[in-house]
């Protein structure tokens, strides 16, 4: 099974760019790379998603490695809004595994 | 307004007593998922249906039931089995099953958090 592996928590000042890494060693050629957040005692948000090349949103940059075991998820601007609990994920078989997360803190 | 509603926001249940939470698309989605979610931790998958009248276990379905007799609905039963009910419950879909399409995205309601009196 495809797993991810993100960092347990980040801190990153405000109006600068946070850079969230996640590994997916076993990633196979035809998965998806999504990222979503969670502000506290809410549903997760949908951010953005990939397969191999980089993308663009208006919420943020995702980076892709090109041999697709690692990416970044780039928030270009912090702000204090941005505080949350984001998810890399990896669809495996029929079903999204969400690990642990990494909770992101915007410090003004 | 197109999306998920989950109801109620809070729920109390008592010692031997069965609670339903509610979920409720007007997406058109086929696919149809409960998370449980459990303070500092990510989400664990209860159930998912991808066609009405089908449901599947994931990977902590005992002491839960669902049932699928329409598209816009899937509500998710806490029976008297499950031990430790205590938790925060998401419903989520998807337009279809992520076995037909490899670029799917979830969507989540607001979420049910359950506790024990």
């Known amino acids: 099974d495809a797993k991810t592996t993100q960092p347990p928590s980040m801190d990153c000042a405000e109006g600068r760019a946070a850079n969230l890494p996640c590994n997916h060693s076993?990633?196979?050629?035809?998965?998806?790379v999504y990222w979503y957040r969670q502000i506290h005692s809410q549903g997760p948000q949908y951010i953005i998603h990939?397969?191999?090349n980089n993308e663009t949103n208006e919420m943020a940059s995702l980076i892709i490695t090109e041999d697709r075991k690692s990416s970044t998820l780039i928030l270009p601007h912090a702000t204090l809004r941005d505080t949350a609990v984001y998810y890399c994920?990896?669809?495996?078989?029929?079903?999204?595994?969400f690990g642990t997360g990494t909770s992101l803190t915007v410090i003004p | 307004d197109g999306g998920i509603t989950q109801s109620p926001k809070y729920l109390f249940r008592k010692e031997g007593q069965n609670v339903t939470l509610s979920c409720e698309q007007n997406?058109?989605?086929?696919?149809m998922y409960w998370y449980r979610q459990d303070p500092g931790q990510g989400l664990r998958l209860i159930y998912y249906?991808?066609?009405?009248?089908?449901?599947q276990k994931g990977d902590i379905a005992e002491g839960y039931s669902v049932s699928r007799e329409k598209k816009e609905s899937f509500p998710l039963t806490v029976t008297s089995a499950q031990k430790n009910p205590t938790a925060f419950y998401l419903c989520?879909?998807?337009?279809?099953?992520?076995?037909?399409?490899?670029?799917?995205?979830?969507?989540f309601g607001s979420g049910t958090q359950l506790s024990v009196l």
């Open positions: 989520a879909s998807s337009i279809a099953g992520t076995g037909r399409r490899a670029n799917e995205k979830l969507f």
């Open positions: 076993t990633i196979s050629g035809n998965e998806y």
């Open positions: 990939g397969l191999k």
């Open positions: 994920i990896v669809i495996t078989g029929n079903q999204f595994y």
């Open positions: 997406l058109n989605h086929d696919a």
């Open positions: 249906s991808q066609i009405v009248n089908d449901f």
